[in-house]
């Protein structure tokens, strides 16, 4: 990971661990959110990245997304070819 990126995961993990605090989440909850933080970062190099396509997937259908945001869903965030064929 470049400074840019290593920047970019300290201010998601930032605003993560503020928004949880102010938004008063319990211990566990707010451990989760910030644990999720720094994973987030690690996506395209392991398999969390199929979790990520797998809600989408299911936010896409359960809130009818418009065809347009599903594209650019697509081009952003898909990166299995299973994925890719699902939505």
Known sequence: MDVQGVNHAIKVFSFARLIGKVEGLDDSK???????????????NTDFKILVEINFIVNIYKDEISKDAIRVIKEKYFKTKTGIRLI
């Open 30 to 44: 707010q451990q989760i959110l910030e644990i999720a933080a720094i994973l987030y970062y690690k996506i395209e």
